[in-house]
């Protein structure tokens, strides 16, 4: 049996290789194709045991296909914002059909996505992209580890975007030395600066919001004098009718009586008068000697009473001084809106009145602020540094839903010079019609806009299985799952052992060129070898027959 059965060894080695060819030559033919993973040959023997040592039996070969599906292709950049390709382990979600609710899952290295005409996403290979829908909120589905939460990737706007402002802000310096209007301030007030900036409503439509700023005297308790007194210099009891032993007390809320004598100049005066604090040591009054010369003293915190008493027996000190007859109460008046928390102890000299106004002059809010000695603004920042005023509830009067503005004042300052707009933003557009569509690292998938918006539709999920290499090949460089390669997993890109996202790049075909040569040499020498091993078995088979 040994000269017949190295016949069939060489046929089958003859088989074996000739399945070896074959994958070289489709490995070969698909050298450009996207994604394509090549396909080696590997061999074993067929072993024919016998029961003697001193016979043989020949066995067989056979080959076996062994996937390279795990192993990375190149990365070539492409002009598309559609094509994607994934660096590292993973394969995209994609089905044959997006009309068959049955049609299954299979798995593709192959990214070079485009549009159809429906506005789906399709590789060349007809399969159509699969991947998380992204809501208003920006969320993904709660079910992301369930292959039925996918959806084929649709990136048609027929109707084009809108963007309703949602945020604003302004970045401005308010005049230091603007002429303080007497508080409260009437509501509707002449402002003394206002500035627009344009919005945008629910539907598109474009709206100049104009913030008005009014400068106001602090909401406390004043008491002001009607004596000119910049005439005083040097000790005030120098200057007829002082004395050096005219005294008077200032009381402001709980803090207090504080004895004020007029043995010193008038900055000491100031300066005996401006030292009251509370038990943290924050001010709780400020005078001074205004414009006009008139000494002016303020309670700095809103609800304290502000009251001056003699302390003399002849009442010359208030009097002296024109801030009226002793004892002189000046009441708190009611505490003003405020617009936003303070910071710190309030200054004085820094109280603006502001409101915002739709364009019929509708007062959507209005108040207070404050900004401290150095020109900043006296208010509480949230967690992210801003400072934001609520506009709730606008209604621009054209059938647009009502909206919630988020209004930043961080940027406002107080000092000295002119009124100055620095930088106005707002994060609305006007109608936009969709201009193009790109799939970042992360695998977002967003479409951009004619208004310079953008929006992320969709988020990519990766599918990772144990045994990549077990997966069943299908026609369109497609693979299914199987047994030998476990169950996928749905991964973000980036995350656990998924692959990050490459946009506007695809992968080539992981086919060396020259391995293949070499492979189809040896594979064309042994398939020749066997030839010889048939021909010479055919003539040792002759001369047997010869025999006689």
């Known amino acids: 049996m040994s000269v017949f059965g190295s016949l069939f060894t060489a046929v089958s080695g003859m088989q074996a290789q000739s399945d070896s060819i074959s994958m070289i030559s489709n490995n070969i033919a698909n050298v450009s194709t996207v994604g394509f993973k090549r396909t080696d040959a590997a061999f074993s023997s067929l072993v024919t045991s016998t029961d003697r040592s001193t016979s043989y039996s020949s066995g067989s070969a056979r080959s076996i296909q062994k996937a390279r599906i795990d192993q990375q292709g190149i990365l070539q950049q492409s002009s598309s914002g559609t094509d994607i390709a994934i660096s590292g ?24 996505f485009s549009e159809d005409s429906s506005g789906v996403l399709r590789n060349a290979a007809g399969f159509y992209l699969q991947g998380w829908p992204i809501d208003q909120d920006g969320n993904l589905p709660a079910s992301q580890a369930d292959i039925s939460s996918l959806l084929p990737v649709d990136v048609a706007f027929l109707g084009g975007l809108t963007q309703p402002t949602t945020s604003s802000g302004l970045s401005m310096n308010l005049e230091q030395g603007e002429t303080q209007s007497p508080y409260p301030i009437v509501s509707g007030f002449s402002a003394d600066f206002a500035r627009g900036i344009k919005v945008y409503d629910s539907l598109g439509a474009g709206h100049d919001l104009t913030i008005n700023f009014k400068k106001m005297e602090t909401p406390t308790a004043i008491a002001t004098g009607i004596i000119d007194l910049s005439n005083v210099t040097g000790l005030i009891s120098d200057t007829p009718p002082f004395l050096a032993t005219d005294q008077f007390s200032v009381t402001v809320g709980a803090i207090g009586p504080t004895v004020i004598t007029l043995d010193g100049t008038i900055a000491d005066m100031l300066e005996d008068i401006n030292a009251m604090v509370d038990g943290s040591l924050n001010p709780v ?32 000190a208030i009097a002296s001084l024109g801030m009226g007859a002793s004892p002189v109460i000046e009441a708190a008046p009611a505490a003003p809106i405020m617009l936003t928390p303070l910071a710190s102890t309030p200054n004085t000299e820094g109280w603006w009145t502001i409101d915002f106004r739709t364009p019929t002059g509708a007062i959507v809010n209005a108040g207070a602020i404050n900004f401290t000695g150095d020109g900043k603004l006296n208010a509480v920042e949230d967690l992210t ?27 406002f300052t107080q000092f000295s010079g002119e009124y100055n707009v620095i930088s106005s933003t707002q994060n609305g557009a006007e109608l936009g019609l969709r201009t193009g569509v790109s799939i970042d690292e992360d695998g977002f998938v967003i479409a951009q806009f004619s208004n310079g918006q953008s929006s992320r539709i969709f988020k990519l999920a990766i599918a990772t299985f144990a045994n990549a290499n077990g997966l069943n090949e299908l026609t369109g460089n497609v693979f299914r799952e199987s047994d030998s390669s476990g169950s996928f997993n749905l991964r973000e890109a980036g995350n656990g052992s998924a692959g990050k996202i490459a946009s506007g790049a695809l992968e080539s075909s992981n086919v060396d060129l020259a391995d293949e040569f070499s492979r189809m040499i040896v594979t064309q020498r042994a398939y020749s070898a066997n030839t010889k091993v048939i021909s010479t078995a055919d003539q040792m088979t002759q001369e047997l027959l010869q025999l006689r």
């Open 89 to 112: 382990n993973g394969f995209f979600i994609v089905k044959a059909s997006v009309t068959e609710d049955l049609s299954e899952p299979l798995y593709t290295r192959a990214g070079s």
């Open 285 to 316: 009054v400020y005078a001074q000697i205004d414009d006009n010369g008139f000494l002016s003293i303020k309670a700095t915190n809103t609800g304290d009473n502000l009251t001056l008493t003699d302390v003399t027996n002849t009442p010359l």
């Open 385 to 411: 540094n801003k400072i934001p005023i609520d506009l709730d509830n606008i209604d621009w009067g054209n059938g647009s839903n009502p909206q919630d503005i988020a209004f930043d004042i961080s940027g």
